[in-house]
């Protein structure tokens, strides 16, 4: 078991211990089941923890988001008893595109047909397909072709600025055994931010955080990196450029 | 704020009313929920499991949870990106506890500095002050603590495999494991 250490009144075993400890993740099966136990009967040590809880949040902001799979969300509904996502018509107060598209198993294979397919795909998903809302004002595609050293395409991006998304589809990409490929936007002059992780056996759609989308732009250069799985520590490149391109007007 | 792959997740004010009308059984807020933090709830589980596959039961099991007990969500005692994450975290260390995932566990170098301080370059203009409170209080920690404690949180590890993984005694481990914590916290209420 865990006696407390460092009492902060001199005597007084400092209950704060153990939250901090349950909170941490540090304590065995055993030791961890007890504590969730306490936590329903005893409102003190359930407060302690919380307030750890809330201390230690901000560590959260350096994991880097990963891409979920599609197949996930219909799994949740399923399980939740909700009904199917496509049945429903959930007002989306943020414009976002319409989930059906985005996780629709035809939409992925007719986009994998081929690199050029895929381009044309995706602008006509991005463009012609109908929207819940009248059609946008047009805005000219942005696209960047992410070469390797040799000059070999690997990924080809296309990007909706006006909804910041950006589909971005693999070629034949050889990712190392345990690795995983790590989208990068770099503006000019500016440090890589984050896109998140891509899937290389299939096209994915990237949103593009709010505070990016203005950086998506001529010249500006999006970059793959191999980086440990659950992305690159402190959201910087850890791993080596496999490819990279400037962002153009189509 | 770190990178994102969603739509401005964070806005702690647009979260808290997700959440407050998914435990009114809004499903269109729910989804809304979803799609603003599941890449992030991911990633904090995988992290922890490491299989995609686990991690992906973990996070299902996460959002069931959040549907069925979003009412249990009390504003007034966590923010809503605190209970959510807590929730991932939970789940994935008790997974991990239950022992049916498979992890590889890398050495643990207690000299090497694992405290970035520019972690949050991405978003230095957001990172509010409570972040830059609890990173510079880890940055007075001796850096043997501060490691054992980030690599704890981050990965879940328990007492024994922070005492294997970087060759020290248990004891020794759980020591500079508690007395981190005290000085963390000690720091962060001064």
Not at chain 1, 34 to 44: F, G, H, K, S, V
Not at chain 2, 107 to 119: C, F, V
């Amino acid at each position: 078991m865990n006696t407390p250490v460092g009492p902060t009144q001199p005597g007084a075993p400092d209950p704060n211990d153990v939250a901090a400890e349950y909170v941490l993740g540090v304590l065995d099966a055993a030791t961890r089941r007890a504590e969730q136990e306490r936590l329903l009967r005893d409102p003190m040590f359930s407060r302690e923890v919380a307030e750890w809880e809330a201390r230690l949040t901000p560590l959260i902001d350096e994991i880097v988001p990963v891409p979920v799979p599609h197949a996930l969300w219909p799994r949740i509904c399923a399980a939740a008893g909700i009904g199917p996502p496509l049945d429903r018509t959930a007002p989306d107060l943020r414009a976002r595109p319409r989930p059906g598209m985005w996780q629709s198993a035809p939409f992925w294979r007719w986009l994998s047909a081929g690199a050029f397919a895929a381009v044309a795909a995706s602008l006509f998903a991005l463009f012609v397909l109908p929207q819940v809302a009248p059609p946008p004002p047009q805005v000219a595609p942005l696209v960047a072709k992410m070469v390797q050293d040799e000059g070999k395409a690997l990924f080809l991006a296309t990007v909706d600025v006006r909804r910041g998304i950006m589909v971005v589809q693999p070629t034949t990409v050889e990712i190392p055994q345990g690795r995983v490929p790590e989208l990068w936007l770099i503006p000019p002059g500016d440090t890589p931010h984050s896109l998140g992780l891509l899937d290389p056996s299939r096209a994915n759609a990237i949103v593009v955080p709010r505070e990016l989308i203005a950086a998506l732009a001529p010249r500006a250069v999006v970059a793959v990196t191999v980086e440990p799985p659950g992305g690159a520590p402190g959201g910087k490149p850890s791993g080596p450029i496999i490819a990279k391109g400037e962002i153009s007007l189509l | 704020m770190a990178a994102s792959s969603d739509i401005h997740p964070f806005d702690p004010d647009r979260l808290r009313d997700l959440l407050v009308a998914t435990a009114g059984g809004d499903a269109g807020a729910f989804e809304q929920l979803y799609q603003s933090t599941s890449g992030k709830l991911f990633g904090i589980c995988l992290r922890i499991v490491q299989q995609r596959s686990d991690a992906e039961d973990v996070l299902q099991d996460v959002y069931v949870t959040i549907w069925r007990k979003a009412a249990q969500f009390d504003a007034a005692r966590a923010s809503a990106i605190t209970w959510l994450a807590m929730m991932a975290r939970n789940k994935a260390i008790d997974r991990l506890r239950a022992g049916s995932v498979e992890r590889h566990s890398a050495p643990i170098d207690l000299a090497e500095d694992l405290h970035d301080p520019n972690a949050s370059t991405l978003a230095l203009a957001e990172t509010n002050e409570t972040n830059r409170r609890l990173d510079a209080c880890l940055g007075e920690l001796e850096a043997q603590r501060r490691n054992l404690i980030r690599i704890a949180f981050f990965e879940g590890a328990t007492y024994e495999e922070l005492a294997a993984r970087c060759g020290a005694p248990l004891g020794t481990v759980k020591s500079w494991v508690r007395r981190g914590l005290l000085r963390l916290k000690a720091c962060l209420e001064r």
